[in-house]
């Protein structure tokens, strides 16, 4: 984590630099931009090294995830693409992971044949119900000294920041 404070402190004197040199730059929204990248980072680090013993990524964890939650275990490829950020060419291949290490299926929909659709297999939720717990400890220390109130303020500002950023998408597409 020292190494994370240290590009912190990198960080607040490059931007007071730039801004010298640039003074109509937006410094605090700049700090706060390269800040979330900076904690997300390492966020997504810690959760790969945890992940590492299970042989998982972080993709392939959460594309598990999200059919450990559906209320009946399965997705189309489409939309784990779209709630995973991945491409359709990665999810392909998280799909054949997870498929050859036997926790998911991929099959037709009963409704629809031309429709693929991933299910969670029985394994797969004893593989999500036997790992997940040894991540709560991580979980925990990473938001020790958040009040409940930090939290909520934090989720809340975060979904801002998301629709913010949903709106440059929409306003940038053609």
Same mark, same amino acid.
């Given at each position: ?41 390492? !966020?997504?680090?810690? %959760?790969? =090294?945890? @992940?590492?013993?299970?042989?998982? +990524? ?7 995830? $999200? ?27 998280? !799909?054949?992971?997870? %498929?050859? =290490?036997? @926790?998911?299926?991929?099959?037709? +929909? ?7 659709? $991933? ?50 998408? $929409?306003?940038?597409?053609?």
């Amino acid at each position: 984590m020292a190494r994370l404070t240290n590009c912190i402190n990198m960080l607040d004197e490059g931007i007071a630099r730039v801004q010298q040199a640039i003074p109509d730059m937006p410094m605090t929204d700049g700090m706060l931009a390269r800040l979330l990248l900076l904690v997300g980072s390492s !966020a997504q680090q810690e %959760l790969e =090294r945890k @992940l590492k013993p299970h042989k998982l +990524s972080d993709s392939e964890f959460l594309t598990l995830m $999200i059919l450990f939650s559906r209320p009946d275990g399965s997705s189309s490829p489409g939309e784990l693409c779209e709630y995973t950020s991945q491409g359709a060419t990665n999810m392909t291949r998280i !799909a054949n992971v997870l %498929l050859k =290490r036997g @926790l998911i299926t991929r099959g037709t +929909s009963a409704e629809d044949r031309r429709r693929v659709l $991933i299910r969670i297999t029985v394994p797969g939720r004893r593989f999500v119900r036997q790992m997940l717990p040894s991540l709560f400890p991580g979980l925990v220390m990473t938001f020790a000294g958040f009040s409940d109130s930090d939290k909520r303020s934090l989720s809340r500002l975060l979904r801002k920041l998301a629709c913010n950023l949903e709106q440059m998408d $929409i306003q940038a597409a053609p």
